[in-house]
Structure formats: C-alpha cells, structure tokens
C-alpha cells in the first residue's frame, strides 16, 4: 500500500492529499529516509511525522488491504514516540526558515547588484 494511502487509512492523517502534501515538504520519514507518496509501506518499516507542534514515530504493525473502521485504525500501528514541542519553539522555527528563503535569495542576485 502507498505511504499517503496508509497515513490516511491509519488516520494518522486525515486526508490523503494533506499525506501527500506533508511528504512533498519532506515532513515524512520512513526507516529515517525522507519518504515519498508512493512509497510503498510494509510491516516493521519505522515511520516519523513531522506534524507542526508534534512529532511522532510509529512502528507499522499491518498494512491492510482497503479502508478499516474507524475503531481498528489504531491497531495498524503503535506509537514509538510521541514529542510535543512549546509554541516558542514553533516561532524559532518558522523564523529560521524565513531567514534561510532570504538568504537563498540574497546570494542568487547579490553579485548582479554590486556590478551596476
């Protein structure tokens, strides 16, 4: 089964589209590789989320056919790790990585300047 099938079937994520969209950002891990959507997911691989305040690692335990009821989504995995970050945290983060975008700006045109 896909990767972003499994998240949403898991309901470790809600939607398949936000599985695919937190792959794409590199926010998925599996066996600690970035994992891509159409990975495909097997019993034993170890799989980390990155998701906004937490971080989760869990152990894939069944990877089922098709959809599963609400109630047995649970028993496809367990939950290694669980890490809740403070929202000061967050904040140091996000700047980081407005700060890494304008630098990376910065130093494509920043030679182009100094000759004019």
Known sequence: MRLDKWLKVSRLIKRRTVAQMACDQHRVFINDKIAKSATTI???????LELGSRAITASVLIVPKGAVPAQDASKLYEITEEIKRAPEVLEWLSEHERLSASEDED????DDDEDN
């Open 42 to 48: 097997k019993a034993g691989d170890k799989v980390h």
């Open 107 to 110: 130093g494509e045109d920043g």
